[in-house]
């Protein structure tokens, strides 16, 4: 069945860097997009970036961009996040979600990123 | 950009009664990609409807979707003590393409 798993977390200092990693099973890798959704401790769920099923389209929430790129890597079914220039508002759950046909249908179980000096 | 308000933030409840939750996009979306998600304390968000309408695999019949344009229900006929918890909605934004945007949430709490 469809897993995805996220990896790379923890702690890490304000101006440091951190990359997430999602490992994805069950499903044929290269047909999805995916999506990066986070949320601040206490808050409600925020888009952070999407990269599409071919890789030839990635987005990113404004606050983040020029600091974080999504990439996959199709022969390893893994999408990452390279999290630069990370800063204490960046604090939170970072889930992977694959995007179905018609919205997002899988989450994984989230990594936490705390910045904090 | 389209925003998705959720009314009301706050819903306090008791076991057994209606739920009725709103989501209101600034301007029309396809329904089609109108989602809500549950999510409770610790927990990752659950799929509850997809399409507006559709309830998700597994998902009791007590929850019904509805909706069209810019105005859109939750309903939840009952309450079970399992389903207090923070509902979101969520539809894909106008720009980019296939990025997500997100409801602020309607918190169902106990009575």
């Known amino acids: 069945q469809v897993h995805l798993v996220e990896s790379g977390g923890g702690v890490v200092q304000p101006g440091r860097s951190l990359r997430l990693s999602c490992a994805a099973f069950?499903?044929?890798?290269?047909?999805?997009?995916f999506h990066w959704v986070r949320q601040a401790p206490g808050k409600g769920l925020e888009w952070v970036t999407t990269?599409?099923?071919?890789?030839?389209?990635?987005y990113y929430v404004d606050s983040v961009k020029g600091r974080f790129t999504i990439s996959r890597e199709d022969s390893k079914s893994t999408v990452h996040l390279q999290m630069d220039s990370l800063r204490d508002e960046d604090t939170a759950v970072y889930y992977c979600?694959?995007?179905?046909?018609?919205?997002?249908?899988?989450w994984g179980q989230g990594t936490r990123v705390t910045v904090s000096s | 950009e389209i925003v998705l308000t959720q009314s009301p933030g706050t819903l306090s409840l008791s076991p057994g009664e209606r739920a009725t939750l709103f989501c209101r996009a600034s301007?029309?979306?396809?329904?089609?990609?109108l989602v809500w998600y549950q999510q409770k304390p610790g927990q990752v968000p659950r799929l509850l409807i997809y399409?507006?309408?559709t309830r998700a695999t597994g998902i009791p019949g007590r929850f019904s979707g509805s909706g069209s344009g810019t105005d859109f229900t939750l309903t939840i006929t009952r309450l079970e003590p399992e389903d207090f918890a923070v509902y979101y909605c969520?539809?894909?934004?106008?720009?980019?393409?296939?990025?997500?945007?997100f409801g602020g949430g309607t918190r169902v709490e106990i009575k």
């Open positions: 979600v694959r995007d179905g046909p018609y919205n997002p249908d899988y």
């Open positions: 069950g499903f044929t890798f290269s047909s999805y997009g």
């Open positions: 990269i599409w099923h071919d890789g030839s389209n990635q």
């Open positions: 301007q029309s979306v396809d329904s089609s990609h």
């Open positions: 399409g507006a309408s």
């Open positions: 969520q539809q894909y934004r106008s720009s980019p393409p296939r990025a997500l945007i």
